[in-house]
């Protein structure tokens, strides 16, 4: 063991080496260059967060400090991205589109690549075998309806609602009572049209621009009343025809080889002597067979009856008028026709007030040619 002594002037020797290292280095520093206003958030830390050892970090990548993440997306977890799907840098979306949330896709509908809209298509409003015109985007045809009248009482149809919205006023409309391209037309939006039967089913109302383009509606008619119909029979060797104010024919076609049957409703019977129905052409014997026209009373007419005669012979045409099926008026004419010869006669029925009047006229003769 070192003396006391010895042990106090180790001491001194350590501190005084001490104290001249310190005067010579001076004193120690450490610069920390930290956010004074920075608040460390202990529960900012996810224990279950994993970091993927695969993950990579774009160096092209740039935040883009406009981007706003919205609190309210919602990410739904059945969405699947298909690596098939490519953008066409040429698409636009328009900002004005509206998407309607009725609309249904048809998974059913395919489009036909080859179909063309023909802009320069013009539809004759006159000529009953034009095809059905594509509508057009800016025009909005508005029928009205549904509508309910009665027999005999004009009724009124409104298609006021329509517009065209290129500026252009609408000229005229034109009402389709049967859906068969056989027009009345006003150059108001308001019209009235009677049935003289009772009548169910649709009306269409077409609206051409100033360039002949179209679109139409249609609303469903209900007329009450009593169902009215004229029956119009030949006995003879003639072929019968019945022609309405619109110039609609019901009868032989002699050109086409058949029966026409353009009257609305209207039937074309023929019946052998037996009373039996028969088939009816152009190679039918027609003095072997009864021919019967019968059609309800939609319009008062006047209706044209022509008998053309195919041989001379002796006939007999009488026109019948039926109120709910019972005889309400007969009018019979007898006489001779001749080969190429033609008779006619025209009858006009009205039916107001559920009473059912009809009106037939004299005969007339053109002689054969």
């Given at each position: 063991?070192?003396?006391?002594?010895?042990?106090?002037?180790?001491?001194?020797?350590?501190?005084?080496?001490?104290?001249?290292?310190?005067?010579?280095?001076?004193?120690?520093?450490?610069?920390?260059?930290?956010?004074?206003?920075?608040?460390?958030?202990?529960?900012?830390?996810?224990?279950?967060?994993?970091?993927?050892?695969?993950?990579?970090?774009?160096?092209?990548?740039?935040?883009?400090?406009?981007?706003v993440i919205?609190?309210?997306?919602?990410?739904?977890?059945?969405?699947?991205?298909?690596?098939?799907?490519?953008?066409?840098?040429?698409?636009?979306?328009?900002?004005?589109?509206?998407?309607?949330?009725?609309?249904?896709?048809?998974?059913?509908?395919?489009?036909?690549?080859?179909?063309?809209?023909?802009?320069?298509?013009?539809?004759?409003?006159?000529?009953?075998?034009?095809?059905?015109?594509?509508?057009?985007?800016?025009?909005?045809?508005?029928?009205?309806?549904?509508?309910?009248?009665?027999?005999g009482v004009?009724?009124?149809?409104d298609g006021?609602?329509?517009?065209?919205?290129?500026?252009?006023?609408?000229?005229?409309?034109?009402?389709?009572?049967?859906?068969?391209?056989?027009?009345?037309?006003?150059?108001?939006?308001?019209?009235?049209?009677?049935?003289?039967?009772?009548?169910?089913?649709?009306?269409?109302?077409?609206?051409?621009?100033?360039?002949?383009?179209?679109?139409?509606?249609?609303?469903?008619?209900?007329?009450?009343?009593?169902?009215?119909?004229?029956?119009?029979?030949?006995?003879?060797?003639?072929?019968?025809?019945?022609?309405?104010?619109?110039?609609?024919?019901?009868?032989?076609?002699?050109?086409?080889?058949?029966?026409?049957?353009?009257?609305?409703?209207?039937?074309?019977?023929?019946?052998?002597?037996?009373?039996?129905?028969?088939?009816?052409?152009?190679?039918?014997?027609?003095?072997?067979?009864?021919?019967?026209?019968?059609?309800?009373?939609?319009?008062?007419?006047?209706?044209?009856?022509?008998?053309?005669?195919?041989?001379?012979?002796?006939?007999?045409?009488?026109?019948?008028?039926?109120?709910?099926?019972?005889?309400?008026?007969?009018?019979?004419?007898?006489?001779?026709?001749?080969?190429?010869?033609?008779?006619?006669?025209?009858?006009?029925?009205?039916?107001?007030?559920?009473?059912?009047?009809?009106?037939?006229?004299?005969?007339?003769?053109?002689?054969?040619?």
């Amino acid at each position: 063991m070192l003396p006391a002594k010895s042990i106090g002037l180790l001491l001194f020797t350590v501190g005084l080496f001490m104290a001249v290292c310190f005067l010579w280095a001076g004193p120690v520093t450490a610069e920390v260059n930290a956010d004074p206003n920075a608040v460390v958030d202990c529960n900012d830390v996810d224990p279950n967060d994993v970091i993927d050892p695969n993950d990579v970090i774009d160096p092209n990548d740039v935040i883009d400090p406009n981007d706003v993440i919205d609190p309210n997306d919602v990410i739904d977890p059945n969405d699947v991205i298909d690596p098939n799907d490519v953008i066409d840098p040429n698409d636009v979306i328009d900002p004005n589109d509206v998407i309607d949330p009725n609309d249904v896709i048809d998974p059913n509908d395919v489009i036909d690549p080859n179909d063309v809209v023909d802009p320069n298509d013009v539809v004759d409003p006159n000529d009953p075998n034009e095809v059905e015109p594509p509508s057009l985007p800016y025009m909005y045809i508005d029928a009205g309806g549904p509508y309910l009248g009665t027999v005999g009482v004009p009724l009124e149809v409104d298609g006021g609602n329509s517009l065209i919205y290129d500026g252009n006023d609408i000229d005229v409309y034109y009402w389709d009572w049967y859906m068969d391209k056989i027009f009345e037309y006003s150059n108001l939006p308001k019209y009235r049209h009677t049935w003289h039967s009772a009548y169910s089913g649709p009306i269409r109302l077409y609206v051409f621009d100033k360039h002949g383009h179209v679109d139409w509606d249609d609303a469903y008619v209900t007329i009450e009343g009593p169902e009215t119909v004229l029956l119009v029979e030949l006995e003879g060797n003639a072929d019968l025809h019945v022609y309405d104010a619109r110039q609609r024919h019901t009868g032989m076609n002699d050109q086409a080889g058949s029966v026409d049957v353009q009257i609305p409703g209207a039937e074309f019977v023929a019946v052998d002597a037996e009373g039996n129905e028969t088939p009816f052409s152009s190679e039918t014997v027609v003095a072997d067979v009864t021919q019967s026209i019968g059609f309800p009373l939609y319009a008062s007419g006047p209706y044209r009856i022509e008998l053309e005669g195919i041989e001379d012979s002796s006939f007999t045409l009488t026109v019948y008028a039926f109120q709910d099926g019972v005889s309400a008026a007969l009018r019979r004419y007898r006489g001779e026709i001749f080969a190429g010869e033609t008779i006619k006669t025209s009858v006009t029925a009205t039916c107001f007030d559920e009473e059912l009047k009809m009106s037939a006229g004299t005969l007339s003769y053109d002689p054969a040619r």
